[in-house]
């Protein structure tokens, strides 16, 4: 009879910390979209281990910052745009909603296309037959499902990065060598600094702290909770939360990352192939080299991870956009009540799907374009956030610690001389 509360004990903790878990789990999770994938493929195809380190350096960086945007969130009782829109000018706040919403429909163009181009790698048939039902499926899930309904689906889809661990197991990985990189990086030159810039601004991108943000408003309404500056009492754990779920979710995110960049330095690099045009390609490639199993889960994977990342795009740009015109917006909302901004996820998902079938565009080019925007947007949207963070009139008592100011400075300043290479180079 003992035996029966611990078999039943056991389950209900580990429900109780999945719950937990939310907005930086799905947060970290979609920052490993099929355009991130092919990022970190090329790094470990072109240059073997050689850039593994870059993923062990922004993890704290990225941590930070994330848990600076939702902190905003929980405290402020509105997302970044709401709190630009009474805190700092209106013509930064729309460039930035702009040059935001121009990156998330490129990105989310990309990462049509590549989910096409995987399905169409293990279902025969034309790329744009796959594409537009996933996306119509991604729009009237996003519009028809409840929030939390919604969320629980996202945090369910995390487990499609369990693709790439599974790979890593059997491609057969110089772990000792890759203890060394992490630790000594290699001598760099002009083409290494290029591929560093791009995995810095695929790791660190705006839309995640738009979205984190917003996602931290979403939980505390559909808690039936107040904003921490009118409910202080519950400031501590809420934050210990905020910290978990967070330094979790970005954790998660580097470790897949690390392990698709192993997996294309222990395969593709080690038999000369070190060009990777996308995801797709990096899945295609591995197939000869490491068998059926390892195409057909990293081609899965693409599809799993890019089913995550769309609406996390979407939705960052439709809740910026909104915030921006004052419009009612959350996914939380039924449709009658938040038209304009379901109205906005609306039009961001048309575009892209046009983009990503009809209009003759480059998928690679596409990420270039959108890696560009972000990585010029993100130092400045990174301090505005520290901005914010640091003021007592929208913080009250809640004001950013020093810990968290320096290394969010630092990391701000880190993608400021990223973004500053990456126009040089």
């Known amino acids: 009879m003992t035996d029966v509360p611990v078999q039943s004990g056991r389950p209900s903790r580990l429900r109780n910390f999945f719950k937990l878990l939310g907005p930086g789990l799905i947060t970290g999770a979609s920052d490993d979209d099929p355009s991130g994938i092919a990022t970190y493929a090329q790094?470990?195809?072109?240059?073997?281990?050689?850039?593994?380190?870059?993923?062990?350096?922004?993890?704290?960086?990225?941590?930070?910052?994330?848990?600076?945007?939702?902190?905003?969130?929980?405290?402020t009782g509105r997302g970044l745009a709401g709190n630009m829109l009474r805190h700092t000018p209106r013509w930064?706040?729309?460039?930035?909603?702009i040059l935001l919403i121009f990156a998330n429909v490129i990105n989310i163009a990309a990462d049509l296309s590549a989910i096409g181009a995987a399905i169409q790698l293990v279902v025969p048939g034309p790329a744009v037959l796959?594409?537009?039902?996933?996306?119509?499926?991604?729009?009237?899930?996003?519009?028809?499902?409840?929030?939390?309904?919604?969320?629980?689906?996202?945090?369910?889809?995390?487990?499609?990065?369990?693709?790439?661990?599974?790979?890593?197991?059997?491609?057969?990985?110089?772990?000792?060598?890759?203890?060394?990189?992490?630790?000594?990086?290699?001598h760099l030159g002009a083409d290494q600094i290029t591929m560093i810039v791009a995995i810095f601004g695929t790791t660190i991108s705006p839309y995640l702290f738009f979205w984190q943000a917003e996602e931290e408003v979403e939980e505390q309404v559909s808690g039936g909770e107040r904003p921490l500056r009118e409910s202080p009492a519950k400031a501590e754990p809420e934050f210990q939360r905020i910290r978990l779920d967070t330094y979790l979710g970005m954790g998660l995110s580097n470790i897949v990352a690390l392990f698709i960049l192993l997996t294309a330095a222990a395969t593709l690099h080690a038999n000369g192939v070190t060009n990777i045009g996308s995801a797709a390609e990096a899945a295609q490639a591995l197939r000869p080299i490491a068998g059926d199993f390892a195409f057909l889960v990293f081609a899965l994977g693409i599809v799993g991870t890019g089913?995550?990342?769309?609406?996390?795009?979407?939705?960052?740009?439709?809740?910026?956009?909104?915030?921006?015109?004052?419009?009612?917006?959350?996914?939380?909302?039924?449709?009658?009540?938040?038209?304009?901004f379901y109205g906005a996820l609306a039009v961001a998902m048309v575009l892209a799907t046009?983009?990503?079938?009809?209009?003759?565009?480059?998928?690679?080019?596409?990420?270039?374009?959108?890696?560009?925007?972000?990585?010029?947007?993100?130092?400045?949207?990174?301090?505005?956030?520290?901005?914010?963070?640091s003021r007592r009139s929208v913080m009250g008592r809640f004001v950013l610690s020093l810990p968290l100011?320096?290394?969010?400075?630092?990391?701000?300043?880190?993608?400021?001389?990223a973004a500053v290479l990456m126009l040089m180079l």
């Open 92 to 97: 930064l706040l729309y460039l930035v909603v």
């Open 43 to 75: 790094a470990g195809a072109q240059y073997g281990l050689g850039l593994s380190w870059t993923l062990l350096f922004t993890y704290p960086l990225m941590s930070v910052t994330q848990e600076i945007s939702a902190r905003i969130g929980r405290t």
């Open 354 to 389: 046009i983009l990503g079938t009809v209009v003759p565009i480059d998928p690679m080019k596409a990420l270039v374009w959108s890696a560009v925007i972000n990585g010029v947007l993100a130092a400045p949207v990174m301090a505005i956030m520290l901005y914010l963070g």
């Open 130 to 186: 796959f594409v537009v039902p996933v996306a119509a499926a991604s729009l009237a899930a996003q519009i028809l499902i409840g929030y939390e309904r919604y969320a629980r689906i996202l945090k369910w889809l995390t487990l499609s990065l369990l693709a790439y661990v599974a790979v890593v197991l059997v491609v057969g990985v110089p772990w000792l060598e890759v203890g060394k990189s992490l630790i000594f990086p290699q």
């Open 307 to 340: 089913l995550l990342a769309i609406p996390v795009l979407a939705g960052a740009a439709a809740y910026a956009l909104g915030e921006a015109r004052r419009w009612p917006v959350g996914l939380g909302k039924p449709w009658h009540r938040a038209k304009r």
């Open 405 to 417: 100011r320096v290394v969010g400075w630092l990391a701000t300043t880190v993608m400021m001389l």
